[in-house]
């Protein structure tokens, strides 16, 4: 059997306000409180993957505290393996989150304890992974450690640059492919220059216009599945943990962007990061729909 989907990222609880619209500065709207949810760029493509079949390991540090125990209840719920780390001097990680009518939202993110994660935790997660995913909410040198380490020991290296940064530039040397949407591939120079840099595979995310898909001397794009969102939060992790999943169980590229595309979609329909089923028979469900 090959070895897990690992991956190295955030853990927190996202807390969520539906509200009009953005506020102005110095104003105070009010909103109705949506709920309090599993969340984390790390966790939410874990579980993702997890649903999508395929085993999966998270590599996350949250606090001592009751939002951590939320937390290893939910990835152990979801079927995610390993005990998350608990850092004894830093509290969960939070995201506040606004939602907005159209699906849209904004998030503010409070690092906690995602800031005390270590290269040694990052690199014995990875050690025997087939594949290895890396968002950016983790420290810069633990997500570099975690996919220097996958790459070398030849699995395939996702990292999914969010939020992206001028420094992140120096990690895709060690990923095989990278995952964006369409503001921070810009960050980083453009889908053609992360190609010229060495990225086997790009994909571009561009919300209700599917995706793309870029590598040397090929470009080819993917409709997105049309739905009404109810809340956009975590489909693109959707998305991330779905492929990293169809990866693993050895599917080419474009289905994989498919089966990521189909996560994300089936995310979007309701409230939360986590909720939807996104399990591989709603996910085929959706697909055999069409586009």
């Known amino acids: 059997m090959p070895g897990p989907v690992v991956v190295v990222g955030s853990a927190n609880v996202d807390r969520v306000v539906s509200v009009a619209r953005p506020p ?3 104003e105070t709207l009010l909103g109705e409180h949506a709920g309090r949810f599993a969340g984390g760029k790390g966790l939410n493509q874990a579980i993702a993957a997890a649903k999508s079949a395929a085993p999966t390991v998270l590599c996350a540090a949250v606090g001592a505290d009751a939002d951590g125990d939320l937390l290893q209840q939910a990835v152990s719920a979801a079927g995610v393996e390993g005990a998350l780390v608990r850092a004894a001097d830093a509290a969960t990680g939070v995201a506040h989150i606004l939602s907005f009518p159209d699906g849209d939202n904004s998030i503010v993110v409070a690092q906690g304890a995602n800031g005390k994660l270590s290269v040694a935790d990052a690199r014995a997660a990875v050690a025997g992974a087939s594949v290895v995913v890396v968002p950016l909410e ?3 040198e633990v997500a570099g450690a975690a996919l220097e380490a996958g ?3 030849g699995a395939v290296t996702v990292l999914n640059a969010a939020p992206a940064h001028a420094e992140a530039l120096g990690l895709v040397r060690h990923a095989s492919v990278v995952v964006v ?8 120079g453009g889908a053609a220059a992360l190609v010229a840099a060495g990225v086997q595979d790009v994909i571009v995310t561009l919300g209700a216009r599917g995706a793309a898909w870029h590598r040397r001397h090929h470009m ?20 991330c943990g779905a492929l990293a999943a169809a990866l693993w169980a050895g599917e080419p590229m474009p289905e994989a962007i498919r089966r990521g ?6 995310t979007a329909l309701s409230a939360g990061a986590n909720t939807a089923d996104i399990g591989p028979e709603a996910v085929a469900a959706l697909m055999e729909r069409g586009d």
Do not use: Y
């Open 24 to 26: 102005q500065v110095g």
């Open 138 to 140: 983790v420290p810069l």
């Open 151 to 153: 790459q070398a020991s």
């Open 181 to 188: 949407n369409e503001s921070e591939c810009e960050a980083l």
């Open 220 to 239: 080819e794009s993917f409709p997105a599945f049309p739905i009404v969102p109810v809340d956009t939060t975590g489909a693109g992790d959707a998305f």
């Open 261 to 266: 595309s189909a996560a994300g979609a089936l």
